[in-house]
């Protein structure tokens, strides 16, 4: 019978409900055609590209053909030849910065200090302005770079296309909500602010003085718990948010209706690492587009945890470095769309790197991919003991590499009778030299499950080559 390999990440509370994670893989839907409807594919690699300043890098953002890259207390470019360029000093060493363009400036927000660099004449320097009052977010609408002031209600505006100008009257205040400003976002021309439990979306009106105004009929009555959490993607908004009863689950708003994206499982997740580890408020996201799969990546630094929601198919699955056994947040801290590419910036130094799906480590280090699944269809067991004779895993073979690690590349299982909370030994098959495109992945004899429940399989591999599984089939 076919077992359910081929899916998203779903642990529950309950082992015994599900158990089945994913780390490092994800489904892609086959359109017409295919052998079967989706496949598991393996993540993209980091392939550094290059290493600006000391880091970490806190901000990027790309200007025709030029990354703009906030690497510890520098700003820098970054040209499409990999010449990077020291273009000034800003405030902090590790704090995210948020950046902006207005098709002159680059305004960079470090909270509470700001900066202007401007593209043409190079001319770089810190807003001295008597009437700034400092920048969380920056984003840029109409001409104007528009702010919110930190540990405040008030929204604030720049000049027309000149951000070194402010005037003391030019902010407004939200209105629905008595709580300070967490977040903004510009989408479709509208700025859309965040308090922790209520948004407001503002819209330009043309009125004198500040021009902009609460758009009527829009206020939602959800907010946003983590301010770097928010980000856009295909036309929508995506955030970690809260609203008057509670926090942690994942909303992507389209129009001004917010709907949740995360499940009862990952909401599970959230709520330990705010438990375990104290806070969410600092989860930070970004968004990226790859093969025709737009990916939202949601990191929890404390927590030392990625998650990443694919909107092609709805699925949640985990992104991990790996290091001394064990998995950890991925490297990845802010991300630009770079000279045709998803690029991003490490989180501990000044590496720049390409997500490249052709790659199989992290900067030349392991990853290490996993998948568990429940042996079992839904509904399937029942209750008796049961003797597995054979599992095959349909891969696709023969990616073995000419030389070293990955030339006989080999994938391990184990399995667990009791929801995952006791495994098995590692048994390891081959999945083919190269050009071995007949080889099959088959483990016999695997035994009986204790106690009548059913059976969870892991499989996982280190080996830098190509992992495409399309299914698995239990005798």
């Known amino acids: 019978m076919k077992t359910t390999i081929v899916g998203g990440s779903s642990v529950s509370r309950s082992n015994q409900s599900a158990c089945n994670r994913l780390v490092n893989l994800f489904p892609v839907i086959v359109q017409h055609g295919g052998k079967e409807h989706a496949y598991l594919t393996r993540c993209a690699g980091l392939r550094k590209i290059a290493t600006v300043g000391n880091g970490p890098i806190r901000g990027m953002i790309e200007l025709d053909g030029v990354g703009y890259i906030a690497s510890g207390t520098k700003l820098y470019s970054l040209t499409v030849n990999n010449v990077v360029t020291e273009l000034g000093t800003i405030s902090g060493s590790n704090g995210r910065v948020s950046m902006a363009y207005n098709g002159i400036q680059i305004f960079i927000a470090c909270n509470p200090s700001a900066y202007l660099y401007n ?36 929204i604030w505006k720049t000049a027309l296309l000149d951000g070194s100008a402010i005037d003391g009257l030019d902010f407004a205040s939200v209105e629905a909500n008595p709580s300070n400003i967490t977040a903004l976002e510009v989408d479709h021309r509208e700025v859309f602010l965040f308090s922790k439990t209520s948004c407001e979306p503002w819209g330009n009106a043309g009125l004198a003085g500040f021009p902009f105004e609460r758009i009527n009929g829009g206020i939602m009555d959800v907010g946003c718990i983590a301010p770097d959490s928010v980000a856009r993607m295909d036309n929508s908004i995506l955030f970690l948010g809260a ?37 969410i408020e600092d989860a930070f996201a970004y968004c990226y587009q790859s093969e025709h799969h737009i990916f939202y990546v949601l990191t929890f630094p404390t927590a030392n945890k990625t998650w990443c929601y694919d909107a092609s198919t709805g699925l949640w699955h985990e992104r991990a470095s790996f290091s001394a056994g064990q998995f950890y947040r991925h490297r990845s801290n802010c991300h630009m769309a770079f000279n045709g590419y998803p690029t991003v910036g490490d989180f501990e130094n000044g590496n ?85 495109y007949s080889a099959r992945v088959i483990w016999r004899r695997l035994g009986a499950t204790r106690g009548g429940r059913d059976r969870v399989y892991e499989v996982s591999s280190t080996d830098p080559v190509k992992i495409d599984i399309t299914g698995a089939w239990l005798e």
């Open 243 to 279: 609203d008057k009863n509670g926090y942690g689950m994942v909303y992507r708003i389209s129009g001004y209706n917010p709907v949740a994206i995360s499940d009862s499982n990952l909401g599970y997740a959230i709520e330990s690492y705010k438990r375990d580890y104290g806070t």
């Open 119 to 154: 593209v043409s004449t190079a001319a770089f320097a810190q807003i001295t302005d008597v009437d700034f009052v400092g920048a969380k977010h920056i984003r840029y609408v109409d001409g104007y770079f528009v702010f919110n002031e930190p540990n405040s209600r008030k």
């Open 352 to 436: 720049i790197y390409v997500l490249d799906k052709d790659i199989y480590t992290d900067n030349e280090e392991t990853q290490k991919w996993l998948r568990s699944w429940r042996a079992m269809p839904t509904g399937a067991n029942d209750g008796k003991m049961q003797i597995h004779n054979k599992l095959q895993i349909d891969f696709e073979t023969g990616v073995g590499l000419v030389s070293g690690q990955g030339s006989d590349p080999v994938v391990s299982l184990r399995w667990s009778d009791d929801g995952g909370n006791v495994w098995s030994n590692y048994h390891t098959k081959q999945i083919g030299n190269i050009g071995e």
